[in-house]
């Protein structure tokens, strides 16, 4: 099982990713688009991600924006797992 971070490994894995920020103990960021099709074209993105990592993120499409939600629900917080998740993403995949 994957080992739960600590409010300084949060706070510095957080430093990285901008726009970011934990909201109830996960790990969350709302991204905006031009055009509802361009949200759905992100989250292929983010379900390719999540296959290849074996680790699901909760995904928000609303009208031009998806919101991204992410933890490790195996140990029930945040690790490493749920940043490099977001790293991934904001790499384009």
């Known amino acids: 099982m994957a080992k739960a971070l600590d409010d300084m490994e949060r706070a ?4 990285t ?5 934990i909201v109830k103990g996960q790990l969350t960021k709302c991204f905006k688009f031009r055009s509802y099709m361009d949200g759905l074209g ?4 983010c379900g390719e991600i999540a296959e290849e990592m074996n680790h699901h993120p909760d995904l928000l ?3 031009r924006k998806v919101t991204v939600t992410i933890s490790t629900h195996s140990c029930g917080a945040l690790t490493k797992l ?3 998740f ?8």
Do not use: C
């Open 12 to 15: 510095e894995f957080l430093k």
């Open 17 to 21: 990713l901008p726009g970011w920020e």
């Open 42 to 45: 992100f989250t292929t993105r």
């Open 61 to 63: 499409v609303q009208w």
């Open 82 to 84: 749920d940043f490099e």
């Open 86 to 93: 977001a790293r991934r993403l904001e790499a384009g995949g």
